[in-house]
């Protein structure tokens, strides 16, 4: 079965600094791997996503992931933070093995990101 | 990219009764899944509504609770039967392909309070 982790319930930053939000995974064969954010009261919104070839892979708003095949991990990263960063973040995991099954995203708990003026 | 609407938004809920939450999408898609997304929690997957098909459940969720219907390529409903408390949670329609796309679109969810 397939799982996600994000270790850190909350992540606070100063305006302006660099963040990294932490993911890190455990599937069958090789994961596709997904970020999304959630704002208040609303629906999840897709950041960008990782499915082969270069490990960096940058996404909506300026954010950007690195996979990392050996650490297993997938963190998400932006140079310079934003107060409208401020969100909860999900890392998800989908295997690519065929099948109806496989179509299936598995989310971590969430992050919640602070960004402070 | 898909466009996204759920209806309703919200609604509160007696315990006891049942209520149907409706998808639908701006374009032709080949899977939608519903998920619940706890107070404070991760979104679980519920079930997935393929057309034409009856809907694949996962652990922990069964048709007598979560009917599902999936009528054409555009749209989907979820009803939530016989609710109590426990029920109360975000409910997502999210919509994906079979080829070419990888990532999953989500509507903006149906934040659901059962008294």
């Known amino acids: 079965a397939q799982s996600v982790a994000q270790p850190e319930d909350q992540v606070n930053v100063a305006e302006g600094n660099p963040l990294t939000v932490k993911c890190t995974y455990s599937v069958s064969g090789n994961p596709y791997l997904f970020w999304y954010v959630q704002y208040p009261n609303r629906g999840l919104q897709f950041l960008l996503k990782y499915i082969t070839g270069d490990n960096l892979v940058k996404g909506s708003y300026g954010f950007e992931a690195e996979f990392n095949k050996s650490q297993t991990s997938f963190h998400l990263k932006k140079p310079s933070a934003l107060v409208s960063d401020s969100a909860l973040y999900f890392c998800a995991v989908r295997a690519p093995t065929g099948g109806a099954g496989s179509y299936q995203l598995t989310f971590g708990k969430g992050t919640k990101l602070s960004v402070i003026p | 990219s898909a466009v996204i609407s759920q209806k309703p938004s919200r609604d509160i809920c007696q315990r006891g009764t049942s209520l149907t939450i409706q998808c639908q999408v701006d374009s032709q898609v080949t899977m939608m899944f519903w998920y619940r997304q706890q107070p404070g929690q991760s979104l679980t997957l519920i079930a997935t509504?393929?057309?034409?098909?009856?809907?694949?459940?996962e652990s922990g969720f069964v048709i007598d609770k979560f009917p599902i219907s999936r009528p054409n390529l555009t749209f989907s409903t979820l009803t939530v039967s016989n609710m109590s408390p426990e029920d109360s949670s975000i409910y997502l329609c999210?919509?994906?392909?079979?080829?070419?796309?990888?990532?999953?679109?989500f509507g903006p969810g149906t934040r659901l309070t059962v008294l």
């Open positions: 999210s919509v994906g392909w079979s080829s070419g796309m990888y990532e999953q679109f």
């Open positions: 509504a393929n057309q034409g098909s009856e809907a694949t459940y």
